[in-house]
């Protein structure tokens, strides 16, 4: 089965622009969600996206939004770019369903976002 | 809210030497404990989970955490490091989501593993 995948892998963008990352998950899993990775703050978790619908949230400003799609595949958009933008985004999927506990998440390799 | 502190920035070890990386969490209720690890360039692979049970966990590639709430840890160890392991190590505690996953991860800053021949 073919692991969570991401594009593009790598992004150069310019300040003020906007971007869209894709990620494909797993096959048969529905839970999709977004992590920041930056050497500053670490590993911040952005959003879960779930049967189309936005589950949890994390703290980030309004710039930053996602979207699911009936397939279970999910993008992330960054609107009006700064240079603290610049990251490695991670997406990762589970199998997770309502009612039930114990699904682990599979992380993708990532997309490097530049901007510069 | 929840916390994760790896008070160890980076690790050097040699091959076929033990290994613990330290974890200490901050979590109101039940803890989903995670341990992964990060080669350069890549995404995040599971080691090991502890969601409830047996309080020693093992993983994959000779791996094992042991969840102590007394003490708010869960520190993952190898007895005999190999040197494809190094890599940045990190822990993570969970909150159990509308879906069921322990989703909406809070990482600790990582652990760097050196491993010398």
């Known amino acids: 089965k073919a692991g969570v995948t991401q594009t593009p892998r790598y992004l150069i963008k310019t300040r003020g622009q906007q971007v869209t990352l894709s990620c494909s998950p797993i096959s048969g899993h529905r839970s999709v969600s977004w992590y920041q990775q930056t050497p500053g703050q670490g590993l911040q978790f952005l959003f879960e996206?779930?049967?189309?619908?936005?589950?949890n949230k994390g703290n980030f400003p309004g710039r930053f939004s996602g979207r699911q799609f009936s397939n279970s595949r999910s993008e992330m958009n960054v609107s009006t770019l700064e240079l603290g933008d610049s990251a490695l985004y991670l997406c990762?999927?589970?199998?997770?369903?309502?009612?039930?506990?114990?699904?682990?998440?599979?992380f993708g390799p990532g997309t490097r976002l530049t901007v510069t | 809210a929840q916390s994760v502190t790896q008070p160890d920035i980076h690790i050097t070890v040699s091959e076929g030497a033990s290994l613990e990386l330290r974890c200490n969490y901050s979590?109101?209720?039940?803890?989903?404990l995670f341990w992964y690890v990060q080669s350069p360039g890549q995404g995040l692979q599971l080691l090991l989970k502890?969601?409830?049970?047996?309080?020693l966990v093992q993983g994959i590639k000779g791996f094992e955490a042991e969840f102590k709430r007394s003490q708010s840890s869960f520190n993952l160890r190898k007895p005999s490091v190999h040197w494809s392991d190094a890599a940045e190590y990190f822990c993570a505690v969970g909150a159990l989501g509308y879906t069921g996953t322990a989703s909406k991860l809070t990482f600790g800053t990582g652990t760097r593993l050196q491993v010398t021949l």
């Open positions: 996206y779930f049967s189309e619908t936005q589950r």
């Open positions: 979590y109101g209720a039940t803890p989903y």
């Open positions: 990762a999927s589970s199998n997770g369903t309502s009612g039930s506990i114990s699904y682990e998440q599979y």
């Open positions: 502890y969601f409830s049970g047996d309080t």
